[in-house]
């Protein structure tokens, strides 16, 4: 967690519980189920893409940890990384468009990324995964508690 330099420890505690608070809340919400996450991505599809993009599948796999999502479009399978679990839901909702959004139009070309404009929370959702990419970079700083 990046914190101003500015802060005072006091400030700096209460900032650290209050975060700690807030990812233990999302990360006890609970997890949707593989048949959950094909009706949120039809629902997103039908909402963004006119229904256009039809997932056969959608499903946690705890093989990826360099990526957040993988689509087949032969197969129309979409896999989710496990470690978006506990995310915001915008999050998890802009993964699953950037993979139906895989289903309509292959790479990662202008199209492609047209297709991404329609979700208001698109820079947002990238914003927030390239945070969690950048912490998990930083070194580990020792708990107050381990001291």
Known sequence: ???????????????????????????????????????????????????????????????????WGSCTPSE????????????PEYVLDYVLLHELAHLLVPGHGPGFWRLLESYPRTERARGYLEGVVAAARLPHLPDAREE
């Open 1 to 67: 967690m990046l914190i101003p330099a500015r802060m005072s420890e006091a400030e700096e505690q209460r900032w650290v519980t209050v975060m700690l608070d807030k990812l233990a809340a999302q990360e006890s919400r609970s997890v949707l189920g593989d048949r959950e996450l094909t009706e949120r991505a039809l629902r997103l599809s039908e909402q963004y893409y006119g229904g256009r993009a039809r997932p056969g599948s959608v499903r946690w796999v705890t093989n990826q940890n360099t990526r």
């Open 76 to 87: 129309g399978s979409i896999r989710l990384s496990h470690r978006l679990q506990g995310m």
